[in-house]
């Protein structure tokens, strides 16, 4: 199994895109468990609860690993085993250690720990050249700000040793440039 990991600041495609690649290459994708957090708890969140919303997400990311290969299988759908071998998700924990030490100058040990055992593939770096979308979860509209972000996810990126693409352009530009960065690391 291949996981591909997608990451950016808010607003900048992340889960539409893993939608996109879980349906182009008939497989499944783990949501970001953030979203589920903040719209179940508010949006007034402390330094725990960040820890609280990496636990999630990684639970849900090994749900479906462990799962794997029937995580994606729906009732009359049979997927393509050449296609099994691809795990999108939506988030993970260099989204959580930008998110701590952004916002609280600081992040948990607990985060730093998966990030040093974790293993992919492959990661999409969602640019921000998107037109930022208001919902009720988002906290930085301004484009100086999210492109200060985008540096701090580059700078990770940069830094460590799995392959990433810079993803940029309309829905469609991003969708053709991902599918080929992920054909890519199959050789």
């Avoid at 090994?62 to 009359?76: E, I, S, Y």
């Avoid at 759908?77 to 701590?100: A, G």
């Avoid at 996810?153 to 992920?182: F, S």
Wanted: hydrophobic share 35%.
């Amino acid at each position: 199994m291949k996981k591909i990991v997608v990451i950016g600041p808010e607003s900048t495609g992340k889960s539409f895109l893993c939608e996109q690649l879980a349906r182009h290459y008939n497989t499944v994708w783990v949501k970001e468990y953030a979203r589920e957090y903040l719209l179940k708890n508010g949006t007034d969140y402390t330094f725990e609860n960040l820890l609280d919303i990496a636990k999630g997400q990684i639970q849900s990311e090994q749900l479906a690993v462990d799962r794997w290969p029937l995580a994606g299988n729906t009732p009359g759908e049979q997927r393509s085993t050449n296609n099994d071998q691809f795990l999108f998700i939506d988030t993970n924990m260099y989204v959580m250690k930008v998110w701590c030490e952004f916002v609280f100058d600081k992040c948990h040990h607990w985060i730093l720990n998966r990030i040093a055992e974790r293993n992919y593939d492959l990661y999409l770096l969602c640019n921000t050249d998107l037109p930022w979308v208001k919902d009720e979860l988002r906290e930085y509209p301004d484009l100086e700000t999210r492109e200060r972000l985008f540096r701090h996810y580059k700078d990770i990126m940069v830094n460590q040793n799995v392959p990433w693409v810079d993803i940029r352009g309309g829905y469609e530009e991003r969708l053709q440039e991902a599918i080929k960065a992920v054909d890519a690391i199959t050789g």
